[in-house]
């Protein structure tokens, strides 16, 4: 019994010596690339499209790349400078508006929301992007008659105002 003790006690302290001694020498291995470097090609391709011409495509990619990685000033700033015929469309209205919102810009984002859910009533939109309009305007709604300027100051009435807008739409209607 003594012995098989001390030889368990021999494997763990030469097992805790050989990590010791070879651990820092290997490399653990990367199982998925770092997001940063993975996008990066990627977002360059779509500014690279976005300068050669502000086509409706080039613009709403970009400011959706630009949203997916956290930046909704640049977002805007590509929506923004694009011509007034994109910016009319019922998709850079929907991006405009959710870089709005991130940004803390809740009534413009709402009026944004609704040039959105006006062209999609009137017909202009696929089936997915009139129903993402509709609860992204009553959740706008529900965010300013609740007094919310910046829903990142405050997350509780935002989630509220959420929960309310949930209830309000129902239904959206496939044409």
Known sequence: ????????????????????????????????????????????????????????????????????????????????????????LPEAAHLSARALLRRGRVRDALAAAEQASAACAAGACPAWLAAKSEHQRAFLEQLVAAGVEDPQVDAAAARDAYERSASQVHLVAVR
Request: aromatic fraction near 6%.
């Open 1 to 88: 019994m003594r012995y098989g003790l001390f030889v368990a006690n021999g494997l763990v302290l030469a097992g805790v010596a050989w990590t010791i001694g070879l651990g820092p020498s290997v490399r653990a291995s990367q199982l998925l690339p770092t997001r940063a470097a993975a996008g990066l090609d990627e977002l360059a391709a779509l500014e690279a499209r976005y300068a050669e011409g502000r086509t409706p495509a080039s613009v709403t990619a970009l400011a959706a790349a630009y949203l997916e990685r956290d930046q909704p000033g640049l977002a805007s700033s590509a929506l923004d400078a694009a011509p007034s015929d994109v910016r009319a």
